[in-house]
């Protein structure tokens, strides 16, 4: 269980309480600026102000219609929150602001890994909190330099010790690319074949270690690759790139058949794309008619397609914003997913030449 601790709290806004000869409009003004505190604004929309100084928030509408899954069930019987803080990009002095924010606003999942190199920083802002270990539910990543069996316990040790816990609820293979030990390119044999690397989870799933294993950036081919050995625990979870414009039906519709549960990163386009998903006119459009926001337009159509979406933010109003999912009306969401299956597909993260192999690692 983390320690407990305060939160920080948004920064209040008092009104004058001077008498005046106008005190009629100063009433009014107070009223007005009470609702606006309490982030309740007309038609049951709300308001939130950044404390990072950022200015007043995008409106958003927090309870819209009908709810989406809070969960999924994974194979373990343990239930992933649909929601979760992505923390890939989330700096220095601003993941653990941004962590704290998540837990106070009911996120209950956060997506992390070792190569992001924040892991201490949020493991400090879950002491901060008051919310009990069991009601968190954590990720990391084993990165590709610890692929050989030899070093996947202490790589994995050394995330508890920095988040401040004994346990993972999902330890997932960062990328289908083993480097060797000192991260040079690349370890061809455990690269075509990660079982020996996924027996090693095996054995610390047995020890309490994980709770749950999966992979991420596999496609159909390497993940059939790995199940073709005899898996005790078959990956629970694939998490992937999936967006707008990246919007992987085929794999999706496979890891439904096959019981894989996919996890979509870069729901909102990834860097450089973020702006343009939330300007595509049916995105507009499906907001306005519905009175939430173009990400929130997005993130719900991540869920109802079956996946938990990941947005990253350290922006606090948007932290909060992302969390607040509604069920897109059937004609809409349809209307949305045409859309997205229209243009030629652009995945936005591929890191194959920047690592000098000579192959595509999504090949």
């Known amino acids: 269980m983390f320690s407990k601790g305060t939160y920080e709290q948004l920064p209040a806004h008092n009104g004058s309480t001077t008498k005046t000869r106008h005190w009629k409009t100063k009433r009014v003004c107070v009223i007005l600026l009470v609702f606006f505190t309490l982030g309740i604004g007309l038609h049951g ?4 102000h ?3 100084g950022t200015g007043r928030c995008s409106r958003y509408n927090s309870s819209t219609g009908e709810d989406l899954p809070k969960h999924y069930t994974l194979p373990s019987g343990d239930k992933i929150p649909s929601v979760a803080l992505g923390l890939w990009k989330a700096g220095k002095n601003e993941v653990g602001r941004a962590v704290q924010t998540a837990v106070k ?6 997506d992390g890994a070792w190569i992001y190199g924040n892991e201490a920083e949020v493991g400090a802002a879950l002491k901060q909190t008051d919310t009990p270990r069991e009601d968190i539910w954590l990720t990391s990543k084993l990165w590709n330099s610890f692929h050989d069996p030899d070093d996947v316990e202490s790589a994995l040790d050394e995330s508890l010790s920095r988040l401040g816990t004994d346990y993972l609820d999902l330890y997932l293979i ?8 000192d991260g040079s390119v690349y370890n061809q044999e455990l690269t075509d074949d990660p079982y020996p690397t996924w027996k090693k989870l095996e054995e610390l799933v047995d020890k309490g270690k994980i709770r749950n294993i999966g992979v991420s950036n596999f496609n159909i081919r390497r993940i059939q690759n790995l199940t073709a050995n005899p898996l005790k625990y078959p990956p629970a979870v694939n998490q992937v790139e999936i967006n707008f414009w990246f919007p992987q039906p085929e794999l999706l519709a496979w890891s439904k058949e096959y019981g894989i549960l996919l996890e979509a990163y870069s729901p909102l386009g990834g860097d450089g794309r973020v702006g343009e998903t939330l300007s595509v006119p049916v995105v507009k459009e499906i907001a306005a008619e519905l009175d939430i926001t173009p990400a929130q337009v997005i993130n719900s159509w991540h869920v109802q397609r079956g996946t938990v979406v990941l947005p990253k933010s350290v922006t606090p109003c948007r932290v909060e914003e992302n969390l607040h999912i509604t069920k897109l009306p059937d004609e809409l969401f349809e209307k949305l997913e045409t859309a997205a299956l229209l243009h030629e597909p652009k995945r936005g993260v591929n890191p194959s030449k920047g690592w000098g192999i000579d192959f595509d690692i999504f090949d």
């Open 50 to 52: 950044s404390f990072l």
């Open 45 to 48: 929309t709300r308001f939130t």
């Open 174 to 181: 960062h990328w289908p690319l083993a480097l060797n030990k």
């Open 105 to 110: 606003s009911g996120y209950q999942h956060l």
